[in-house]
Structure formats: structure tokens, C-alpha cells
């Protein structure tokens, strides 16, 4: 079993930027995605990335504010997110894919961390 631990949430006030972390327990390089969840609301993708880092795609909600990256010498993804706002407030999930894909879909990804809470006053 894969073992992934996001950090790095907290509380920020609206306008301000915080960065989340995913390690994974593993030395494979899988792609990732990060998905987050607020309060009366499903699950939604925010951003991914291709095993190599060489591809990223976003959720429309979070273009030009968040950025993925990784380093796979470290097994470790994050995402940096700028401008936020009081709706960006959520727990935030990173997940890991054996074979990845530009679909923007939960049902394409293997393995999930427990998730950090970020939240955004206003």
C-alpha cells in the first residue's frame, strides 16, 4: 500500500498564498493530482501532474492562482496557491495514479492521503 501525507494547510486570510506538500512513502514516480473538498460539497479535482513533471493541467476555478510542481529526487508533490479566497476553503487531498492521465476524474487515480485543512477568511 502506497503511502502518501500531505502538510502544509492552515488558516490564511483572503489575498494570501500558502503551500501544501504530499510525500510519498515510495521511490516510483506516479503522476499526481490534488482534489479538495469543502463543507456540503463532493469532491473536486484542482490540479495534476505527469510522472515526470513535464505535463499540468488545472481545474478553472484555479487557473493563474495555483501552480503543481514535484521533485521526484524527494517523491514529493506540491501545490502553491496564490490569491486565495474564502471559496478555496477546504480539505485538500493529494492522490497518486499507477497509469496517468489528463482526466480530470477521482476515478483515475490509486492511491489518497488523509488530507490537510486549509482555510480562508475573509
Known amino acids: 500500500q502506497v503511502q502518501l501525507v500531505e502538510t502544509g494547510g492552515g488558516l490564511v486570510q483572503a489575498g494570501g498564498s500558502l503551500r501544501v506538500s504530499c510525500a510519498a512513502s515510495?521511490?516510483?514516480?506516479?503522476?499526481m493530482g490534488w482534489f479538495r473538498q469543502a463543507p456540503g460539497k463532493e469532491r473536486e479535482f484542482v490540479a495534476g501532474?505527469?510522472?515526470?513533471?513535464?505535463?499540468?493541467i488545472y481545474a478553472d476555478s484555479v487557473k493563474g492562482r495555483f501552480t503543481i510542481s514535484r521533485n521526484n529526487a524527494m517523491n514529493t508533490v506540491y501545490l502553491q496557491m496564490n490569491s486565495l479566497k474564502p471559496e478555496d476553503t477546504a480539505v485538500y487531498y493529494c492522490?497518486?495514479?499507477?497509469?496517468?492521465?489528463?482526466?480530470?476524474?477521482?476515478?483515475?487515480?490509486?492511491?489518497w492521503g488523509q488530507g490537510t485543512q486549509v482555510t480562508v477568511s475573509s
Open positions: 501532474i505527469s510522472g515526470g513533471g513535464g505535463v499540468t
Open positions: 492522490a497518486a495514479a499507477i497509469r496517468w492521465n489528463q482526466s480530470p476524474t477521482a476515478l483515475n487515480y490509486d492511491y
Open positions: 515510495g521511490r516510483t514516480s506516479y503522476g
